[in-house]
Structures are given as structure tokens and as C-alpha cells.
């Protein structure tokens, strides 16, 4: 697998793209869950079925690529 850095600016590109995507799935997911308990569709759909839990494990990746990529701090006693 190819490995890639990306800069600080690219991280947040791509956060902010993930942030749109989740939003707009979660409002999907919303709008077919209403539609099916009020009798407008014949099918139960999960957040699994719009990718919810996918972009939300990716968005932890990210957080901890992030997070260990981060040189450590020292704290002084």
C-alpha cells in the first residue's frame, strides 16, 4: 500500500470533506428513516446502508494518524 504524508492543510481539506459527506448522509439517513416509519417506503434503511459508520471509523484514522504523527510535548516538573 502506497503511503503518503499529507500537510496540515490537506488533513483539513479532507476532515472538512468528511465532515460535508457525514452531514449530508446523516440527513439522507434521516429523511429515508422518516419516510419509511410514515409509510412512504417499504424499506428500513440502516446507517450502514448510507456509509455512516465507514466515514465516521475513517474520520478516527485520520484523528489518530493525526494525533500520532504529532511530535510529543515535554512537560516540565
Known amino acids: 500500500m502506497m503511503r503518503e504524508e499529507f500537510s496540515e492543510?490537506?488533513?483539513n481539506l479532507i476532515t472538512q470533506g468528511l465532515d460535508l459527506l457525514l452531514?449530508?448522509?446523516?440527513?439522507?439517513?434521516?429523511?429515508?428513516?422518516e419516510s419509511y416509519?410514515?409509510?412512504g417506503s417499504e424499506i428500513a434503511y440502516t446507517?450502514?446502508?448510507?456509509g455512516i459508520?465507514?466515514?465516521?471509523?475513517?474520520q478516527g484514522k485520520i484523528?489518530?494518524?493525526?494525533?500520532?504523527?504529532?511530535?510529543?510535548?515535554e512537560v516540565s516538573v
Open 23 to 33: 452531514a449530508g448522509k446523516r440527513e439522507a439517513h434521516r429523511w429515508a428513516d
Open 37 to 39: 416509519r410514515f409509510g
Open 63 to 73: 484523528d489518530g494518524v493525526t494525533v500520532s504523527d504529532a511530535p510529543e510535548s
Open 53 to 58: 459508520p465507514q466515514i465516521i471509523a475513517l
Open 47 to 50: 446507517e450502514s446502508d448510507f
Open 9 to 11: 492543510s490537506e488533513v
